[in-house]
């Protein structure tokens, strides 16, 4: 069993919004930080929103502040991205990750997760 299945994705038209989800098998999960990262065609993979054990501080890289919201789902063991205003420039395959962590504060902005899903393309026609 993979530790994190991503669903969600699919093809959407500038200005469309989707919401993209994450089921963790990780137990607890409240354990664990959680992030959401995106490989464009051609582009190393970036990070995209990170959110920390119990929700308490999110991260988002510049461009998608405003439009994109991580979200944790405890009862679940889900985690959300909520991307509104999606762009051509928002094409990717995006995939969650997840480490376990000792500091309830901690928002991981760099790759250095425990697991990844198996990603989820995401593609914004014009």
């Known amino acids: 069993q993979a530790e994190l299945v991503e669903s969600g994705g699919g093809l959407v038209q500038t200005g469309d919004s989707l919401r993209l989800s994450c089921a963790s098998s990780?137990?607890?999960?409240?354990?664990?930080?959680m992030g959401w990262f995106r490989r464009a065609p051609g582009k190393e993979r970036e990070f995209v929103a990170g959110i920390s054990r119990y929700s308490s501080r999110t991260e988002y890289t510049d461009a998608v502040k405003g439009r994109f919201t991580i979200s944790k789902d405890y009862n679940n063991r889900m985690t959300y991205l909520q991307m509104n205003s999606l762009k051509p420039s928002d094409t990717a395959v995006y995939y969650c990750?997840?480490?376990?962590?000792?500091?309830?504060?901690?928002?991981?902005?760099?790759?250095?997760?425990?697991?990844w899903g198996q990603g989820t393309q995401v593609t914004v026609s014009i």
């Open positions: 990780l137990s607890p999960f409240s354990d664990y930080a």
């Open positions: 990750a997840t480490k376990k962590t000792a500091d309830t504060r901690a928002v991981l902005t760099t790759d250095n997760y425990d697991y």
